[in-house]
């Protein structure tokens, strides 16, 4: 065991040579490597207040840490302290008033599978095992968010503890200034540690993934791109997707192992709903797939991708897809590294998306499409080549932009990016915001707002 002391502190304290220390510091991009002065594994709002509290005593720099998938590494930190929030996982769920109350390191699979069980849902993202609260206050892409919005649209209150160690809670009534930071402003503002959400009714959902050679992919999309722009229902979610063929039954020899397309729908409803909403994809008689009705949370990890390759990945969200960007969006799948878990991902937005009432911090919500070129491999051999396509793929997409981009998807946003994402307008409101809560900038590590100047 480690020799630091933090008063009040009840979890569990990691330090470099302590059992688990190198485990608990490990995330997701296995590209980042770093080496925290202390690890603080939290088990109660009290241990993330003693956290901060010998943070700030100690000088030490603060991340926080939950699903740790930040591709940036937002949540791994030299010589500070990480406020590892893992342990804090509870998930509550109230069936007669439709909510479920989240500790702040529950992760999308905790999430999903106490949900399920009532038959209740809310947008999470593509993967179970990234964190509820990181991807949530940073908007939180999912699969259903046609019908029912970001991850963020669906938050009903936030408790948050701040750098001085104040205890907030945020809501539509209480300090809605700070809530309507936190659709999209991510960890700028302190640590969540309760999240409360509005679920929806899901008696049935079905997954799609079908499977072509790369080939067919320039027929596939403007075929899916008809299909979603004639008004495909929005339950229907999913997305067209480069990928290396996985070796599974359901797909064939001649696709394993290769650079393949795919059709992922995901569904809120039965297999026969899912199917007549996509009747012309079906119609280009995919050779390999699968098209089951499932259990949602079974949805939610049916692509989750291995831990322990490197990662770097950006998006390019569009105001319109024409023939021209598809052909683009198809040759960069082309010079995707294959095989390996990459893919590039084309992804429809929209309806319940961009229909929100309020106008939230984010200022990419009208966007009809989004690339995402995800880049994931084992070898640091290939790092340059690796970033240099990610990088390629979103500079040849700039024409075609809406110049601001959903900060949870990129690996390297600079200050102008932060800006352009949230617009000068919401940017200074969340410098605003940022005043209040964080005038000392403890945390500054995730979609970095400057507080603004003290008058
Ligand atoms: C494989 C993979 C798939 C992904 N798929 C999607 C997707 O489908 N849709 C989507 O929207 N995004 C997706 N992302 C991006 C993801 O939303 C962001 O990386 C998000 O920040 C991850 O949150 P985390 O808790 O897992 O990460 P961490 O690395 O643990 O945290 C990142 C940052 O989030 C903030 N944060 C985390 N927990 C808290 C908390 N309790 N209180 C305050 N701030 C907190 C902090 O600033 C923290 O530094 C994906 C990432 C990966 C690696």
Redesign the pocket.
Known sequence: MGITAVDGFGGNLLESGDDGYDGARS???AMIDRRPALIAQCESAADVRAALAHASANGLEV?????????AG??AIDGGIVID?RRMNAVEVDPAAKTATVS??ATWSDFDRATQEHGLATTG???S???V???T??????WLEREWGL?CDNLIEVELVTADGRTVTASENENSELFWALHGG???F????RLVFRLHSLPAATLALLLWPSDAAPELARTYRALMEAGAPTQLGGGVAYLTGPPEPFVPDHLQGERATGVIGVYAGTEAELREAMAPIYALDPPGGLTAEMPYADIQCAID?PPGFR?YWSASHLASLSDDVIDLFCSQGEEMIVPSPSQHLLIPWGAAVAEQATDWPMTHRGATWVTHPFGLWDDAGDDERGKAWVRRSVAEMKPHDIGSV?L??VADAAEDQVRASYGEENYGRLAAVKSEYDPDNV?H??HAITPMAPA
Request: proline fraction near 0%; charged fraction near 10%.
């Open positions: 995330i997701f991009n991340a926080i840490r939950g699903g740790g998938h930040s591709v937002a949540s929030m702040g390191g993202g593509r993967v095992s990234t964190g609260a990181g991807l206050l940073g908007g939180g892409s999912g991850a991510s960890g700028n302190g640590v969540a540690t991708d990662n959903y949870n998807f945390f590590r995730h």
